[in-house]
């Protein structure tokens, strides 16, 4: 266990729903990510947040997914009328400190999401 | 498109013997390289790090070695058990990115009783 919580594990829904997940992070740590694991894949990056302030989002990030982090500590990601190519592991991480040298992220276990 | 990669996507290996998993990247502006493990159904479990201005780093039972010049990473892991076999990313963090992640693929280790 890293101290890094996501909720829920699994998703199962229908095309078009939308979607909320959640992360709480290591108490500490400012930094927090998101990515996207597809079968057979590595994580891919989704969006970044240092304390309450989104600063950089992916391109993978459509319009349909936002993602906030409104007291700098728990994060959720949306994802508004899914598609099947939505389906895929939700992973949070996070990060405290400064320089590349702390540059450790732990991650949560994940959320598999599932579209129908 | 992605700057990190692994040369072999599967690495059986029978339980007590050393097991190398290899890697590749591009971008010679790396600062940082991270070596991950993830078992099936959760997330990537950090196993050790290595900076960019070292060739060297050793823990417990696993050494990360950097070639610089040939732009290669590879994870040792010393008398392999069981409770190795694993999926195994290696990935970096490159200068000015906000310290994100880029992975590759993977490499599947399975240990052989």
């Known amino acids: 266990d890293t101290g890094v919580s996501q909720d829920p594990r699994h998703k199962i829904t229908k095309r078009g729903q939308n979607v909320t997940f959640r992360c709480d992070p290591i108490s500490e740590h400012n930094r927090l990510y998101w990515y996207r694991q597809t079968l057979g894949q590595g994580p891919e990056f989704l969006t970044y947040f240092q304390n309450e302030a989104q600063l950089e989002k992916s391109r993978l990030l459509s319009d349909r997914f936002s993602a906030e982090r409104p007291k700098g500590s728990f994060s959720t990601l949306e994802i508004q009328r899914t598609e099947q190519g939505d389906s895929a592991m939700y992973l949070c991480a996070t990060q405290g400190g400064e320089g590349p040298s702390s540059g450790t992220q732990y991650f949560g276990p994940g959320t598999r999401l599932t579209v129908l | 498109g992605e700057s990190v990669g692994l040369h072999l996507p599967t690495l059986s290996v029978q339980e007590g013997d050393n097991s190398i998993i290899n890697c590749a990247y591009s971008n010679s502006a790396s600062d940082y390289f991270i070596w991950y493990k993830q078992e099936s159904g959760k997330g990537p479990q950090f196993i050790i790090d290595?900076?960019?201005?070292?060739d060297k780093r050793q823990g417990q039972r696993v050494t990360v070695l950097l070639n610089k010049t040939v732009k290669h990473l590879s994870l040792q892991i010393a008398a392999t058990q069981p409770g190795d076999s694993a999926v195994y990313f290696c990935?970096?963090?490159?200068?000015?990115?906000?310290?994100?992640?880029?992975f590759g693929k993977g490499t599947l280790l399975t240990v052989n009783p």
């Open positions: 990935a970096e963090i490159r200068g000015g990115s906000n310290y994100k992640l880029t």
């Open positions: 290595i900076r960019s201005n070292m």
